[in-house]
């Protein structure tokens, strides 16, 4: 809540803040891999971080000119693979190619036609259950999805993509187990941050919302994914009401 007296935020905004123009505002959001289906039947990947849910229903913002954008509009079936920190390489390694030959001019330059994403990232494939594309191995949380609407944004350069979730799939490791939750302590996922690469620090708090049965994590501790694990001790929470984070 804002305590102070509305006469005193003017001056205070002329001191702290700047006017500027950054040519990006990409103010640190999860990266997701998309892999979606080629017209040949192989499959693309592609880095995505805009990216966010809603209940079942994820929305992506994609490039209009893009491979994946291409795919969602004859092959709405995907998975939306969320890469732990530690992955940040075989993500950035897929940062310059395109599943799209010839190249689009909107690219930028130095990107390049790849027909086999994976290979050219290091990452290996595992079967979906529902959908064609396939999940990536290693990566803790895959989305099984299909692209239910796409339309164009206001700029006419994007496609927002809503897609409805199908089947979840998470790492052992970041589940409380016995339960359907994700362990926040335990999970982290990779934020890019005005095109930087973060993981999570210590958590703060958390929601009066949160239903999570959970590890308590002390000062300094790092989610379990995130890197080398500290060790912790386990404290139980009440047992929860409704099955909900
Ligand atoms: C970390 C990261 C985040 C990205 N976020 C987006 C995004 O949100 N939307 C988008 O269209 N492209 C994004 N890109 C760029 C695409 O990955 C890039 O245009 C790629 O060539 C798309 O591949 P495709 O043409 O095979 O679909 C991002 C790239 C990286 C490395």
Redesign the pocket.
């Known amino acids: 809540m804002n305590t102070a007296p509305p006469s005193t935020l003017p001056a205070q905004t002329a001191a702290t803040h700047l006017e500027i123009e950054p040519s990006i505002l990409?103010f640190g959001t999860p990266?997701v891999l998309?892999s979606?289906e080629n017209q040949d039947g192989s499959f693309?990947?592609?880095?995505?971080?805009?990216?966010w849910a809603l209940g079942r229903t994820v929305v992506?913002?994609?490039?209009r000119?893009?491979?994946?954008?291409?795919?969602l509009g004859s092959r709405p079936d995907l998975v939306i693979n969320l890469p732990s920190p530690a992955q940040w390489p075989a993500?950035?390694r897929?940062?310059?190619?395109?599943?799209?030959d010839p190249v689009p001019p909107s690219?930028?330059e130095g990107?390049r036609f790849e027909p086999d994403?994976f290979a050219a990232a290091g990452l290996t494939c595992e079967p979906s259950h529902l959908v064609r594309p396939p999940r990536v191995a290693g990566c803790p949380i895959q989305l099984e999805a299909r692209a239910e609407r796409v339309r164009p944004d206001v700029s006419g350069d994007?496609l927002i993509v809503e897609t409805v979730v199908r089947k979840v799939h998470a790492d052992s490791r970041i589940v409380v187990p016995g339960t359907d939750h994700i362990d926040p302590a335990a999970w982290s996922p990779l934020i890019?941050n005005f095109?930087h690469?973060f993981g999570l620090g210590p958590e703060l708090g958390h929601s009066y919302r949160t239903r999570t049965p959970r590890t308590f994590q002390g000062p300094g501790a790092e989610p379990a994914l995130a890197g080398t694990a500290p060790d912790r001790d386990r404290v139980a929470w009440p047992k929860p009401a409704a099955a909900e984070s």
């Open positions: 990409y990266v998309l979606t693309n990947l592609a880095p995505v971080s805009s990216a992506i913002g994609l490039g000119e893009g491979h994946t954008a291409y795919n993500v950035e897929l940062a310059p190619l395109t599943g799209r690219k930028p990107c994403k994007f890019y095109r690469y």
